[in-house]
């Protein structure tokens, strides 16, 4: 018995499997891990804020995480991969540091009035 093989760069069922595999590889690790930027930039504030304005002789840094992670609904390893995904690039936490601000603003505008 002789088997055939067949040419897998001429083939199609090739020429499409192989992209799609890939596709579906690299997205498996992509960052899905990564805290979606408006809820990260709330969970970033409310975390400033708090520190801020809360002794540290009275609370925890564990403690105040462990508050806002359970409000906001992620994990340690959430914030540490949404940290991780912005450490890659400077560009992303300008970007973000300027939503942020603004969210700040916002939140201070709603204060006052």
Not at 45 to 70: C, E, N, Y
């Amino acid at each position: 018995m002789k088997i055939k093989f067949r040419n897998c760069a001429n083939s199609v069922y090739c020429k499409i499997t192989f992209p799609v595999l890939f596709l579906i590889l690299f997205s498996a690790c992509e960052d899905k891990d990564v805290i979606p930027e408006d809820k990260f930039i709330k969970v970033y504030v409310d975390l400033m804020v708090i520190q801020d304005t809360t002794g540290v002789s009275q609370v925890s840094a564990d403690s105040i995480k462990a508050i806002v992670f359970k409000r906001y609904n992620i994990t340690d390893a959430d914030y540490n991969n949404t940290l991780d995904y912005y450490n890659d690039s400077p560009e992303k936490w300008d970007s973000f540091f300027k939503k942020a601000i603004a969210y700040v603003e916002e939140l201070k505008s709603k204060a006052d009035d």
